[in-house]
């Protein structure tokens, strides 16, 4: 359509980093410090913005979620990035992809600043050309006088930065574990592979995705539909 390099998207938390605790149980421990229960199935609270997601899972009054949202964001920057990892086999599909050319990028709901503060930490800044969040996790979807927030919009400013708007849908790809990353992708017309191994609810991703990577190693030959061209 336009001419542009191969574009892979990827998702963070559930797709390239393990969070291995550092946002569920970060959660619990904001929530027990504020004096409030955490509720059951942390997992949920992996992907969406943490103010979505407490207003949806928890009795935190809107007046009370900056409050707990600050102390989770603490201890994130902290002792949650110490247990945090790379999923094994991820580092050998970007360095690929990056020798190949393929442009790649970050869309993530994390907000932006910390999710570059994390891509440096793990020293992945080499394989992506931009990182693309949430300007605040605190805004309810669709509220903040356009400033980013839901994951259509991430993605699109993703693209944006890459020159790849309007995108080619045969060579631009999502890489993501939740259905979020599913209906961001389909919002600006590309498809997305899911990420099993990330934090996907049980059927979550058994419908939208063009295909679904059990391990990352897969993601070698899915992603081939996409850049091999």
């Given amino acids: 359509m336009n001419g542009q390099r191969p574009v892979v998207l990827w998702d963070l938390d559930g797709t390239v980093l393990d969070p291995a605790g550092a946002i569920t149980e970060g959660i619990a421990e904001a929530l027990w410090a504020c004096g ?77 600043h ?27 979807p669709g509220g903040g006088a356009g400033r980013l927030h839901d994951k259509p919009a991430i993605i699109a400013e993703a693209l944006r930065r890459l ?24 919002s600006q017309g590309i498809d997305c592979v899911g990420a099993c191994w990330g934090f996907a609810q049980p059927g979550e991703l058994d419908t939208g995705c063009a295909a679904l990577a059990r391990e990352p190693g897969d993601l070698a030959h899915l992603l081939s539909r996409y850049t091999d061209q």
């Fill in 163 to 186: 020159g790849a708007l309007p995108p080619d849908p045969a060579r631009t790809v999502m890489v993501g574990d939740r259905s979020y990353d599913v209906e961001g992708a389909r």
């Fill in 114 to 140: 910390i999710a570059l503060e994390v891509v440096e930490r793990f020293e992945l800044d080499r394989f992506f050309d931009t990182v693309s969040g949430a300007a605040d996790d605190l805004a309810p």
């Fill in 36 to 112: 409030f229960e955490a509720p059951e199935n942390l997992d949920r609270f992996v992907g969406p913005p943490i103010g979505e997601s407490l207003r949806r899972f928890t009795d935190v009054p809107e007046d009370q979620i900056a409050q707990v949202v600050s102390v989770y964001r603490a201890g994130y920057l902290t002792e949650g990035l110490e247990r945090t990892t790379v999923y094994p086999g991820i580092l050998e599909v970007l360095q690929s992809l990056r020798e190949r050319g393929v442009r790649q990028a970050v869309a993530t709901q994390k907000p932006e």
